[in-house]
């Protein structure tokens, strides 16, 4: 297992998501008809759009990959390639987006992703990505008013909260009633038929205790002296091995 | 740390209109939409009449139908930085700002030649007589010919002065004697340009060697590109050594063609490599280091300040025109480079810093470089600016993107270390070294998409001097495969700050120096940030415009 550098709750709480086996917390529902809803790319009961026939149908000559790699069951369909896009407040987002990128790369097979400073977009075979965002959608890796489903106009990550402690949209994709955060647009922000319920808001003392990010009110990053540490021989290695990679350096 | 007033703080308090900026909550969708700036409403309205007039839509910003509905968030204007004028985003913008125009034109148009050769030329190959009368009477004609007046062929067309008048041509040198000999028109003068004993070292620098400072008219550069430059200028100038000095004769007019051509001539930017080919002047392949020499604050006011001005200059220079308005196309990043200059907020964190290596070090220049030093300085930094973020959310929201608090941050650390060291490898390496690890593990999200890798990579090839790696970081610049896509503020600041922290009268060349301090430019390069100031309220006199060719022009 991964692990992340320093013993404080932030580094644990990253070497946890960094953890490829790790079973994280499901906290919500969300119907495979909502899901697709959501993401926009198809109508629910509707098939999947192909670019390519079946893996087994297509006459591959010897494929060294092939003998190397199993195919996602999305590559095995020919599927095409679609994409989400989730931007995370810094206001105590359950996942941000570098490390998004990290753990997609430990946990999820055949994802390309690109990672922004406050929105990380995934592209995948359609029904892996299905699979892999239910349980971006359904875990303690999200959180409806802190992240958010954004295909368009991303914006929101730094602003501050709204006064129900929602990450502001330009869209307004979604709002809260009831308790709970009631999506109304897909993430192409292209209104959806009936309100989406991702359920409520998770507590900001919760929030706060699953945080990864070094901040105020979890641990001040001038104290994180085994990760400054790390990160500066990081730096040092790539410099002196650009200099002289034939000497050793401690 | 002192408690002088934190300029940044009331700065945030009025633009955003609220005494309390330690509040992470706020109010959004109430502000009108797009109709809070007045800019935009200006330009709906101008757009109905364009559109009537030529009889196609152009900006449709009161369409709801049409992309984002704009200011669902409050629209917050800008302070320019050591000024008081107040802005919209939208007067930053490169095609709406002149003074930000200018500021690449004066640049661009600039070539400096110098005359030792073709004097030499002159006198063992020609056997004339160089003197003061006669330099006198070239550079009279010179200053015919550069604006386009026509002195060695009959039945030629020329150019009409209105619409070159900014163009001319000046000498430099560091010979008192001929100085002194010499019309004072044609003249740049360090002994007045420049305190004295800076003008003490640039002259003995520069000694008995005589440049020519061309200015090509800015209309040139608008219809051609940075190519055109020294092309001009050569081809005005040769004519002007034949009509000045009555050459005839194919072999001579070569030898000055070569010398005018290439021999002696100091282009500002050189050719860019292929994938991003330009001609030579353009900004892409302009060294750092003559960015800070082209920066004249430090003749007016203190080294922090200087290097405040040559950030503004270098970010907007290479950041906003050449990478965002021409190599990355679209209409520009505004806001990553606006954050360098704009509602104190580089310059207060700037501030901080400077105590803190007074405090730490004892003053400018005053550590040894050393990684441990490169480490701590770009540390404390990043944590500087995360806490001012803890403490202030409405900071964080003014820096809502990766890509302008990664900019501001290595600048921060790039800077400090400059001035601390007086070393500009280590100012680069503390730049790299926030944008490609520090800020990324702390707030876990760090700029644009792989915004990091050119810093990735240049941390190996920082202390390369393969000319594909790397050079000595006074003569890297865009140009340089490896370093600064859109990261180039930090360098020209780290850069500056480290032989403003010596005391340096220049930085990479001293002829540079001399030919940006002249009164006659349009831009002043003492006061960057007053003039994108100006640029924004309007108040800019530009040049290069085509208005003598209008009906009625004259």
Request: a negative charge.
């Amino acid at each position: 297992m991964l692990k992340y550098p320093g013993n404080d709750k932030i580094a644990k709480r990253r070497s946890y998501m960094l953890n490829p086996d790790a079973k994280f917390k499901k906290l919500r529902e969300i119907p495979d008809e909502d899901l697709i809803l959501l993401l926009g790319h198809r109508e629910p009961g509707s098939g999947y759009r192909a670019i390519h026939p079946p893996l087994d149908d297509l006459m591959v000559q010897d494929d060294p990959i092939l003998k190397l790699v199993d195919p996602t069951p999305g590559a095995q369909h020919g599927d095409a390639i679609e994409f989400v896009q989730f931007t995370d407040s810094v206001y105590h987002s359950p996942l941000v987006p570098v490390f998004r990128s990290r753990l997609y790369s430990v946990r999820y097979k055949g994802v390309d992703h690109v990672t922004y400073s406050g929105r990380q977009l995934m592209e995948a075979r359609a029904r892996d990505l299905e699979k892999y965002t239910k349980e971006l959608l359904e875990t303690e890796l999200f959180d409806p008013a802190r992240s958010a489903l954004r295909g368009i106009t991303v914006h929101g990550s730094s602003m501050r909260l709204d006064e129900n402690g929602l990450m502001f949209d330009a869209r307004r994709r979604y709002l809260l009633k009831d308790g709970e955060i009631w999506y109304l647009k897909n993430q192409m922000a292209i209104p959806l038929d009936k309100p989406i319920s991702l359920g409520p808001p998770t507590p900001e003392n919760i929030l706060i205790e699953n945080s990864i990010i070094y901040k105020k009110e979890t641990i001040r990053y001038r104290d994180a002296k085994e990760l400054l540490d790390h990160v500066g021989k990081i730096f040092e290695r790539s410099l002196y091995g650009g200099f002289n990679p034939e000497v050793k350096h401690e | 740390m002192s408690k002088k007033e934190n300029i940044m703080i009331k700065r945030l308090k009025e633009i955003f209109n609220t005494e309390d900026l330690t509040d992470k909550h706020t109010s959004f969708y109430q502000f009108g939409g797009w109709k809070q700036s007045k800019r935009k409403q200006e330009f709906v309205i101008r757009a109905k009449q364009i559109a009537e007039s030529r009889g196609i839509p152009i900006y449709l910003r009161d369409r709801d139908d049409i992309g984002v509905p704009l200011g669902q968030r409050f629209y917050e204007p800008l302070y320019i930085s050591s000024t008081e004028t107040l802005c919209e985003r939208e007067d930053l913008q490169l095609v709406n700002n002149a003074a930000i125009q200018q500021m690449g034109d004066d640049i661009k148009r600039t070539v400096i030649i110098g005359l030792d050769l073709a004097h030499k030329i002159l006198k063992e190959r020609l056997g004339k007589e160089v003197t003061p009368e006669t330099i006198n009477h070239y550079m009279e004609v010179v200053n015919h010919t550069m604006p386009g007046g026509v002195v060695a062929q009959e039945h030629m067309a020329e150019v009409n002065p209105e619409l070159t008048k900014d163009s001319y041509a000046k000498i430099v040198t560091g010979n008192q004697e001929l100085k002194d000999s010499l019309d004072s028109r044609f003249i740049l003068d360090i002994d007045q340009l420049f305190p004295e004993e800076k003008a003490e070292e640039i002259n003995d620098e520069i000694g008995s060697r005589i440049f020519q400072v061309t200015r090509v008219p800015t209309i040139a550069i608008r219809i051609a590109d940075g190519g055109i430059v020294h092309r001009w200028a050569s081809q005005q100038t040769v004519l002007a050594f034949i009509a000045a000095y009555s050459i005839g004769g194919g072999a001579p007019l070569s030898d000055f063609a070569f010398a005018g051509k290439h021999a002696q001539v100091i282009v500002l930017g050189n050719t860019t490599w292929p994938r991003r080919a330009r001609a030579p002047n353009e900004f892409g392949g302009i060294p750092f280091g003559y960015i800070s020499d082209i920066c004249q604050a430090d003749r007016v006011s203190d080294p922090l300040t200087y290097v405040l001005e040559s950030v503004a200059l270098g970010g907007v220079l290479y950041d906003l025109i050449w990478w965002g308005g021409y190599m990355g196309g679209g209409v520009g990043p505004v806001n990553g480079t606006a954050s360098l200059y704009t509602n104190e907020v580089l310059d207060e964190l700037s501030r901080y810093m400077d105590e803190w290596i007074h405090h730490n070090y004892g003053g400018y220049n005053s550590v040894k470089p050393s990684l441990e030093v490169v480490k701590k300085i770009a540390q404390e930094s990043v944590c500087r600016v995360l806490e001012e973020y803890d403490n202030y959310p409405v900071l964080l929201e003014e820096h809502w993107g990766g890509g302008i608090r990664l900019n501001v941050i290595s600048t921060l650390a790039s800077i400090t270390t400059g001035l601390a060291t007086g070393n500009s490898l280590a100012s680069l390496m503390a730049g790299h070294y926030v944008y490609a690890h520090l800020v990324k593990e702390a707030m876990g999200r760090n700029a644009w998409g792989g915004g990091e890798a050119v810093d990735l990579v240049s941390i190996p090839d920082i202390v390369s001097t393969f000319p594909d790696g790397a050079l000595i970081p006074e003569l890297r610049g865009p140009n340089i495969f490896s370093t600064m896509v859109a990261h180039s503020a930090f360098p020209v600041g780290g850069i500056t700050a480290s032989h403003a922290a010596k005391g340096h009268p220049w930085v990479l060349s001293p002829v540079v120096k001399v030919a940006f301090s002249d009164p006659n430019l349009v831009f002043d390069f003492r006061y960057v940030r007053r003039e994108i100031a100006k640029g924004a309220k309007r108040e800019f006199n530009f040049t290069g415009d085509r208005n003598a060719l209008r009906p009625g022009g004259e």
